[in-house]
């Protein structure tokens, strides 16, 4: 989705292959553009003899997609279980850490204002 969305919503299975780092095969590329149009993320018209790909949702709808499903793989869906993990994993700068918490204190305090 990140390559379709990269080449302005319109580009074939070899577009996209390119843009994929240690890409797959051709046909396994197909093989997966095909189950994302069977999902319904993305459809295709024809050019000639090439299909053309595009994007069914937004880019901001394809990333909480893709960020639910990696919720639900990797921590059974559980957000504090993925939050604390990235807090104490990754080498946080201490104004990294500031910035954060000062994001979580905004976002309380507008919690507190909504009835």
């Not at 024809?46 to 990696?70: E, H, N």
């Amino acid at each position: 989705m990140n390559a379709v969305f990269a080449l302005d919503n319109r580009a074939s299975a070899e577009d996209i292959r390119t843009r994929l780092t240690s890409p797959p095969g051709d046909s396994s590329v197909r093989v997966m553009l095909a189950r994302l149009e069977k999902k319904g993320l993305l459809k295709h018209q024809q050019d000639g003899l090439r299909y053309m790909y595009s994007a069914t949702i937004s880019p901001s709808a394809a990333k909480q997609t893709a960020l639910q499903q990696y919720l639900q793989t990797f921590f059974g869906g559980s957000l504090r279980q993925m939050m604390t993990s990235l807090v104490t994993e990754a080498p946080w700068s201490d104004d990294e850490l500031d910035s954060l918490k000062a994001e979580i204190e905004r976002v309380r305090k507008e919690r507190k204002k909504q009835p």
